[in-house]
């Protein structure tokens, strides 16, 4: 889906007919509903209650994890619409929920333009809940994968929503980590070359760093059913993600630890085990 669809309303979507309904599968957990779920949310089966529940049975931390990184990806929003960013594109958007990122940045300027994008059938099948901007235009939604960063650069909807000659702040929150090996390093570095001096790319990811071998090793049982494998990364490794791009201070951090006024919770940020960081395209 890219462009208003014949089975579609005035927003573009299809609507969540039998065909769409058809590609949610509900016999294996999805990281869009585990994660709307450990948010509180309503939009999840019992196949993604059942693996919240066992990941968070093994590492408690994991709801508390989500809220932090979620708040992680509003405070960064903000951080730039504050500073003169008005062109977001936001991929692996998730359900929609408290603190969408045109709901954020139109706050700050309501002409402020969102493009979604995200490959599962469940966001898709919600995402009209996303394009609720007073100003007409102005947030679009695409189905569409972060593997191939091409499809989505080259969208006639994205390009009529924004005109990357101009600065455009790239979210990748909590979405990487979905992504195995070496794929990661060639989107990050096709969506850099896309973007104008003066862009941001904002990334958010999970870690092993500070995890012990069993605890480790218990990772890749615990998601060996679900929808897409989990890739937890290192410090280094996503160092190494944002070369050349200028890292806004306080650098890559704990997500809790990246511009938060907030008293910690009762996790600390090993605990969480999320690294957030915003850098700069030069
Ligand atoms: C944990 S949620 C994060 C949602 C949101 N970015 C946030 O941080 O609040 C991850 C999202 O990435 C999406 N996703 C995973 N792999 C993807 C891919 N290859 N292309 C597009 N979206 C993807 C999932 O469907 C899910 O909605």
Redesign the pocket.
């Known amino acids: 889906m890219s462009a208003a669809t014949p089975s579609g309303d005035a927003s573009g979507l299809p609507m969540p007919d039998a065909d769409l309904l058809a590609r949610i599968d509900t016999t294996v957990a999805?990281?869009?509903r585990?994660?709307n779920y450990w948010l509180g949310g309503k939009d999840n089966f019992a196949v993604d209650r059942a693996s919240g529940d066992l990941i968070a049975g093994r590492f408690p931390a994991a709801p508390a994890a989500?809220r932090a990184?979620?708040a992680f990806?509003g405070r960064a929003v903000q951080y730039l619409a504050r500073r003169g960013i008005r062109q977001f594109l936001?991929?692996?958007?998730?359900?929609p929920?408290p603190g969408n990122t045109h709901e954020i940045a139109q706050r700050i300027d309501p002409l402020s333009r969102v493009v979604y994008?995200?490959?599962?059938p469940i966001?898709l099948a919600h995402a009209r809940a996303l394009l609720t901007a007073a100003a007409p235009d102005t947030v679009a939604y695409l189905d569409?994968?972060?593997?191939d960063p091409d499809s989505i650069l080259h969208d006639q909807v994205l390009t009529a929503t924004l005109d990357l000659t101009r600065p455009v702040a790239v979210?990748l929150?909590?979405?990487l980590h979905?992504?195995d090996h070496p794929d990661p390093h060639h989107i990050v570095a096709r969506l850099r070359q896309a973007l104008a001096p003066g862009s941001y790319v904002v990334i958010?990811h999970g870690t092993a760093d500070f995890l012990d071998i069993q605890a480790k090793a218990a990772l890749p049982g615990l998601t060996a059913r679900d929808a897409?494998g989990f890739y937890p990364r290192s410090r280094d490794d996503l160092l190494a993600l944002l070369d050349g791009l200028g890292l806004v201070e306080p650098g890559l951090v704990s997500v809790i630890d990246w511009h938060n006024p907030v008293e910690p919770g009762p996790f600390t940020a090993e605990q969480i085990g999320v690294y957030g960081a915003v850098a700069r395209v030069p």
């Open positions: 999805h990281p869009a585990r994660y989500a990184n979620r990806a936001d991929i692996g958007t998730g359900l929920g994008v995200d490959n599962d966001v569409r994968d972060l593997r979210l929150v909590a979405v979905f992504i958010s897409a």
